[in-house]
């Protein structure tokens, strides 16, 4: 059974840091494309940074740029998304996926039609 599993939400105040987890059974997250992925109350689903299998090809949403860096660690089969200088509009369900085409970090990001999804991390931001 393929499944992600997020991690490493909570609250923070304005200005801290977390790292989310993404731990993968069923499947080899260093053949997959990877994406996570952001949800806020009332608002669509949105792509925060998504790495392609194929080229390595990583995109970050403009929101977070500078702030978020997505990682791998193959030995682990899990994947990072470690936030610094966090922000209240921050505040959303963070969600991991995969997916084992070969699309670009961008198209992942953009059109979110990835395999499998997790369950989701709640990351409030708040003092």
């Known amino acids: 059974q393929v499944q992600l599993v997020e991690s490493g939400g909570g609250l923070v105040q304005p200005g801290g840091s977390l790292r989310l987890s993404c731990a993968a059974s069923g499947l080899t997250l260093d053949y997959s494309a990877i994406g996570w992925f952001r949800q806020a109350p009332g608002k669509e689903r949105e792509g925060v940074s998504c790495?392609?299998?194929?080229?390595?090809?990583?995109y970050y949403a403009d929101s977070v740029k500078g702030r978020f860096a997505i990682s791998r660690d193959n030995a682990n089969n899990t994947v990072y998304l470690q936030m610094n200088s966090l922000k209240p509009e921050d505040t959303a369900v963070y969600y991991c996926?995969?997916?084992?085409?070969?699309?670009?970090?961008?198209?992942?990001?953009?059109?979110?039609?990835?395999?499998?999804w997790g369950q989701g991390t709640l990351v409030t931001v708040s003092s």
């Open positions: 790495i392609s299998r194929s080229d390595g090809s990583t």
């Open positions: 996926a995969a997916d084992r085409r070969g699309y670009s970090g961008t198209w992942y990001c953009r059109y979110r039609y990835l395999e499998v």
